[in-house]
């Protein structure tokens, strides 16, 4: 019995470390992602037919595209908490619904956000419990990201 009960936890261990790891520098370091999937508290959604990406150009810098507009800020990684921070934007309007969607999107991109990183490195989800925040991203690949001089 005792065989059988360990031989089930470790089977569960290795079944939840096999489906995501910690979010490093490293594995976001010039790497691109597109919107997959957005959800939040208030009920509000985020068309992902819109072209809306995220880039870790270096070690410190993120940039990206909210479907109208480009952004910027700096990122710091603690352990699996990504913090996005000083971000700013390009201002062409695009609408009304576009621009509340960009603010809301940049809004929980701002918050305090537990990243994982599927095991096979494809899929980035980034979330915030308390505002029930949850961004999934795809990677895009075969994009290379010119390094900010």
Do not use: H
């Not at 960009?102 to 505002?131: H, M, V, W």
């Amino acid at each position: 019995m005792k065989n059988f009960l360990f031989a089930v936890i470790v089977l569960a261990f290795t079944m939840t470390s096999c489906s995501s790891k910690q979010v490093t520098t490293e594995n976001l370091l010039g790497s691109e992602w597109k919107l997959a999937e957005y959800t939040d508290n208030s009920g509000f959604s985020i068309n992902t037919e819109e072209n809306i990406t995220i880039s870790f150009r270096d070690s410190v810098m993120v940039t990206g595209n909210t479907g109208c507009n480009l952004f910027l800020g700096k990122y710091s990684l603690n352990e699996s908490k990504i913090k996005i921070e000083n971000i700013g934007s390009t201002k062409v309007f695009c609408g009304e619904d576009k621009a509340e969607m960009e603010q809301n999107y940049l809004n929980a991109l701002s918050l305090e956000l537990n990243a994982e990183i599927s095991s096979n490195g494809k899929e980035l989800t980034l979330k915030n419990a308390e505002n029930g925040v949850s961004i999934k991203y795809t990677k895009c690949d075969d994009i290379e990201i010119p390094q900010m001089q």
